[in-house]
């Protein structure tokens, strides 16, 4: 008997469904390859390339399986319709775009995660910014001038820390984490995820009370820390969901 495979992350696929079906679905775009499914017998887990590998293209038209409206399953657990942007800059500097509903690298990896340090963690640039557009407006009565002086600081402080905070982006894709930062000049370190030797999250008192935290992987090739994810929200979503993708590794290498 064929075996039969179950997507946990997509509740439009309620039946399990077989490598034919699976085909089907990548051909038609409602799934990508790099999505995980489950043997029902084994219980083990599978990306959909792997098993629809040579079958997507020759797959008979007459298949049961509809397709379903996409879905996206985001790092932080949130579903929505489609991404926030259409496309995304690699650390190359060249526009992505949607591909089968998901948002891919230049060497074809999906991306899973991605995010910036949150605005939160500028709150003293912020609280700057604040208290110069106050003393501004406190300033109307002795001109303009001053007013103008006092909003055009506070406007400054907000462009710098909005400069800084898009300077620096976070990724996790299915193969390595990854952090990049700089304007002109992007540079960018990485660590792919089967090498990951320890995932550790930090938060401090204030910053775990806005929900802030950093997450810092290392490597079994070096004691230190490889790649931070610094002042970022939900970390610990992202801490497990480096730790599923190292099981799925895992269990492929089994």
């Known amino acids: 008997m064929p075996s039969r495979y179950r997507l ?3 509740p439009d696929f309620t039946e399990t469904l077989s490598r034919e079906d699976l085909a089907v679905l990548v051909e038609r775009g409602s799934l990508g390859r790099g999505e995980i499914c489950e043997d ?12 629809t590998q040579g079958r997507v293209g020759g797959s008979s038209g007459g298949s049961r399986i509809g397709r379903p409206s996409y879905v996206e399953i985001r790092a932080d657990g ?39 340090p949150s605005w939160l ?4 640039a912020l609280f700057l910014a604040v ?15 001053y007013a103008a002086l006092g909003f055009l600081c506070s406007s400054s402080v907000v462009l710098c820390v909005g400069i800084a905070r898009f300077s620096r982006d ?4 299915e193969d390595r984490v990854e952090v990049l930062w700089g304007l002109i000049g992007r540079s960018s370190k990485e660590v792919r995820i089967r090498d990951i030797r320890s995932i550790d999250v930090r938060e401090g008192w204030i910053t775990g009370l806005l929900g802030l935290g950093s997450v810092d992987f290392s490597s079994s090739a070096n004691a230190g820390i490889e790649v931070a994810f610094d002042h970022v929200r939900k970390a610990h979503r992202i ?16």
């Not at 208290?131 to 001038?145: C, H, I, K, M, N």
């Open 131 to 145: 208290l110069l557009a106050v003393s501004g407006a406190l300033a109307v009565p002795f001109g303009l001038r």
């Open 40 to 51: 029902v017998e084994s219980g083990r887990s599978h990306t959909v390339g792997e098993l």
């Open 78 to 116: 949130v579903r929505s319709e489609e991404f926030d942007d259409d496309e995304v800059t690699d650390e190359e500097g060249e526009e992505q775009e949607e591909e089968d509903g998901f948002l891919y690298t230049s060497s074809g990896e999906r991306i899973l995660y991605h995010g910036n």
């Open 170 to 173: 976070y990724f996790v894709t």
């Open 8 to 10: 946990a992350e997509h």
């Open 121 to 124: 963690s500028y709150s003293k």
């Open 239 to 254: 801490k497990e969901l480096v730790r599923r993708l190292q099981r799925m590794n895992d269990g492929d290498d089994d």
